[in-house]
């Protein structure tokens, strides 16, 4: 009889096998003989479900990198050996599949490969920006403060993120608490109002007749609705994550209004100080421009600065190709990065746009926050009071007040 079996050894690696016993029992055994702690232990063929539902739990999330950096960077600024360094890391690590990871890239660089190498083999944890600061490191000698860089880089945007994140749970829980009146009002308030006042035979309200079309119309048809808007919505995300689905998508949502210039100053600021980094890291202009456009994060800025990319390969300068699209390039960005070829400082022009759009996004932000609470207040409690207007004025009439 076979098993498959995941287990880990003395220095905490996971293995992964196939071990032919007369029982389950005698498997386990046998695999504690050879000094194996078992995680899991199944038949031949049959994957422990348990094991599928942990993976669900082993996402690496971008404070998980921040500290790995943080931490590799103290460490080897304190001259411990790399390979030493990463199993250290690697046992205090919680998240197993970071933990895992980060094994495997201490055995490859055991092996004798390079750190940016090795990393480059986990491009879902580490991006192409992130191991090209490393290899930037490597060369120059500086990998500690390529590693520090790139902890403080993460988490500022982690920072962003989730305060932006934060910032969006009031909103949804507001939508959702009137989402759940609506549906209690449409499928149990309205049908019943609707038999009492159907009994007293008078004139109905427009408001209420309206109201009471549409709690019929949601109980006889709600089920198709839903079942259509759902199917819109996934035929929508799967567009959209379609190259061409994607560039329409980036390209309409710069346009909309507020949402639209907030992103725009994140897209500006990122793409200046990854700019600025890479060029100050000694990568050349054209692949630093390269790994640049991969991680903007928006179609039409990566378009963009491949086309830079392009022109400056002929001889042009960055600055005049900017000025070509200052509908996504302001003035004073062009102007900066016109300065800093000049006098031979991109990367410190770059830096100081960083710095004014990074205060600009902060300020976008709390203005963003100061806005949408107070509207969607009054635009959901405006439907609220709607609907308890339609019930409240044939009541209203029947008291004959």
Do not use: C
């Not at 750190?115 to 120059?140: D, R």
């Not at 988490?155 to 989402?179: D, F, N």
């Amino acid at each position: 009889m076979k098993f498959n079996y995941q287990a880990r050894n003395k220095k905490g690696d996971i293995q992964i096998g196939t071990v032919e016993a007369s029982s389950r029992e005698a498997a386990l055994s046998l695999l504690q003989k050879n000094n194996l702690f078992i995680t899991s232990l199944e038949k031949a063929g049959a994957i422990p479900f348990y094991y599928k539902k942990i993976k669900l739990f082993e996402r690496v999330s971008k404070r998980d990198i921040v500290n790995f950096s943080r931490q590799l960077a103290l460490m080897f600024k304190s001259k411990i050996p790399l390979v030493q360094a990463l199993g250290s890391i690697a046992e205090q690590t919680k998240n197993p599949g970071l933990k895992e990871s980060i094994l495997a890239i201490s055995k490859e660089v055991e092996g004798g490969a390079r750190f940016s190498q090795a990393l480059s083999g986990y491009p879902k944890l580490f991006s192409k920006f992130y191991v090209s600061m490393v290899k930037s490191g490597e060369i120059s000698g500086t990998l500690s403060g390529s590693l520090t860089y790139l902890a403080d880089h993460l988490e500022k945007e982690y920072y962003l993120q989730s305060k932006i994140q934060g910032a969006m749970i009031y909103p949804i829980l507001i939508v959702v608490v009137v989402v759940g009146v609506l549906v209690m009002m449409m499928y149990f308030v309205i049908p019943n109002m609707t038999k009492v006042l159907t009994e007293t035979g008078q004139e109905l309200p427009l408001l209420t007749k309206i109201v009471i079309n549409l709690s019929n119309f949601s109980r006889a048809w709600g089920w198709a609705v839903l079942l259509f808007f759902i199917g819109l919505l996934v035929a929508f995300f799967r567009y959209i994550k379609t190259l061409e689905g994607k560039r329409i998508k980036d390209r309409v949502i710069l346009r909309a209004p507020v949402i639209g210039s907030f992103l725009k100053m994140i897209y500006l600021s990122r793409f200046a100080e990854n700019l600025s980094v890479l060029i100050k890291g000694g990568l050349p202009i054209s692949q630093s421009l390269e790994i640049t456009g991969e991680i903007v994060g928006n179609e039409v800025y990566r378009d963009i600065i491949s086309e830079i990319k392009e022109e400056v390969g002929r001889g042009e300068k960055i600055s005049s190709v900017l000025s070509e699209h200052s509908r996504y390039f302001p003035p004073l960005l062009t102007q900066m990065v016109s300065v800093g070829e000049k006098t031979g400082t991109l990367d410190e022009s770059l830096m100081n746009v960083v710095e004014f759009y990074q205060k600009e996004v902060e300020r976008a932000i709390n203005n963003l926050l100061s806005i949408i609470e107070p509207v969607m207040v009054i635009v959901l409690g405006g439907i609220v009071a709607g609907l308890m207007g339609a019930v409240m004025l044939p009541l209203y009439k029947m008291g004959g007040i």
